[in-house]
């Protein structure tokens, strides 16, 4: 068996100390109790840890060049504080003042202007004008009244109201040949004699039914005003009562009419 040097295991021990910082508790050397044994080598001085070197200094940020526009913001006048609460109320106050320049609503009816806007449909056959088409009679120039007449205790009223809302398959359903004046200067109306006919409109509710009437004896016919003022008191009682008609005939409207005008007080005299 080879015998290892006392000096070479004490050397070892010392390595394995500075390597690990612990002691052989196991097998104490003579280094432990402060001598050397005999013929040991003296024990390597510690090696020095390397310095670490101090981390470089990290080099400034450079700054952001700020845009021309971005600056003017910066320097831009602020509104005050105080003003956002005049702004929080100037859309409230606008609304305000708007109604005020606005005619106050009204739920009474004007059968002139109700009248216009319904007349936008029959514009189409007989013109914006009254002046007629290839489709729709003509109404101006005296056409109209000589058709259905001011006068006769409103008999052209009524007559006028039935052929609008009966049109000519419902005034040919009752068995009328002729409608409107039977005197008409050249000849009563007949029936289906002007292209395809008048369309009729008992769709209508009275209230427009009435006023696409007044508009156009007023606007087309011509009604002179003290007349214009009494039809216009009766076909406004007449809406007031809004019946709705059984047959729509020329009789049945007179009858409506004077019920309507005996009712609300409307002098109904005949001329």
């Given at each position: 068996?080879?015998?290892?040097?006392?000096?070479?295991?004490?050397?070892?021990?010392?390595?394995?100390?500075e390597?690990?910082?612990?002691?052989?508790?196991?097998?104490?050397?003579?280094?432990?109790?402060?001598?050397?044994?005999?013929?040991?080598?003296?024990?390597?001085a510690?090696?020095?840890?390397?310095p670490?070197?101090?981390?470089?200094?990290?080099?400034?940020?450079?700054?952001?060049?700020?845009?021309?526009?971005?600056?003017?913001?910066?320097?831009?006048?602020?509104?005050?504080?105080?003003?956002a609460?005049?702004?929080?109320?100037?859309p409230?106050?606008?609304?305000?003042?708007?109604?005020?320049?606005?005619?106050?609503?009204?739920d009474?009816?004007?059968?002139?202007?109700?009248?216009s806007t319904?007349?936008?449909?029959?514009a189409?056959?007989?013109?914006?004008?009254?002046?007629?088409?290839?489709?729709?009679?003509?109404?101006?120039?005296?056409?109209l009244?000589?058709?259905?007449?001011?006068?006769?205790?409103?008999?052209?009223?009524?007559?006028?109201?039935s052929w609008?809302?009966?049109?000519?398959?419902?005034t040919r359903?009752?068995?009328?040949?002729?409608?409107?004046?039977?005197?008409?200067?050249?000849?009563?109306?007949?029936?289906?004699?002007?292209?395809?006919?008048?369309?009729?409109?008992?769709?209508?509710?009275?209230?427009?039914?009435?006023?696409?009437?007044?508009?156009?004896r007023?606007?087309?016919?011509?009604?002179?005003?003290?007349?214009?003022?009494?039809?216009?008191?009766?076909?406004?009682?007449?809406?007031?009562?809004?019946?709705?008609?059984?047959t729509?005939s020329?009789?049945?409207?007179?009858?409506?009419?004077?019920?309507?005008?005996?009712?609300?007080?409307?002098?109904?005299?005949?001329?």
């Open positions: 068996m080879i015998e290892v040097p006392e000096h070479l295991l004490a050397r070892s021990r010392q390595r394995r100390v390597l690990t910082g612990e002691g052989d508790e196991a097998s104490p050397t003579p280094a432990a109790s402060g001598a050397p044994g005999p013929g040991a080598a003296p024990a390597a510690p090696v020095p840890a390397a670490v070197p101090a981390p470089a200094p990290a080099e400034p940020a450079r700054p952001v060049p700020v845009a021309p526009y971005v600056e003017a913001a910066r320097q831009r006048k602020k509104m005050p504080v105080w003003a609460s005049v702004m929080v109320f100037l409230i106050w606008a609304i305000f003042y708007v109604g005020t320049l606005e005619p106050p609503a009204s009474e009816l004007v059968l002139i202007e109700n009248g319904v007349y936008s449909t029959c189409s056959c007989h013109g914006g004008d009254g002046g007629g088409s290839a489709t729709g009679r003509q109404l101006n120039d005296g056409e009244l000589l058709t259905f007449p001011a006068g006769e205790n409103f008999d052209g009223l009524a007559q006028h109201l609008v809302y009966l049109g000519t398959q419902g359903s009752l068995g009328f040949d002729t409608y409107g004046n039977p005197d008409r200067p050249d000849g009563a109306r007949v029936v289906g004699s002007f292209a395809n006919g008048m369309s009729g409109f008992a769709n209508l509710d009275m209230e427009d039914l009435v006023s696409v009437v007044f508009y156009e007023v606007a087309h016919g011509g009604l002179d005003p003290e007349r214009a003022a009494l039809e216009e008191a009766m076909l406004l009682a007449l809406a007031t009562d809004s019946p709705t008609p059984e729509g020329p009789v049945e409207f007179g009858e409506l009419l004077a019920a309507s005008a005996e009712l609300h007080g409307v002098g109904a005299a005949e001329e």
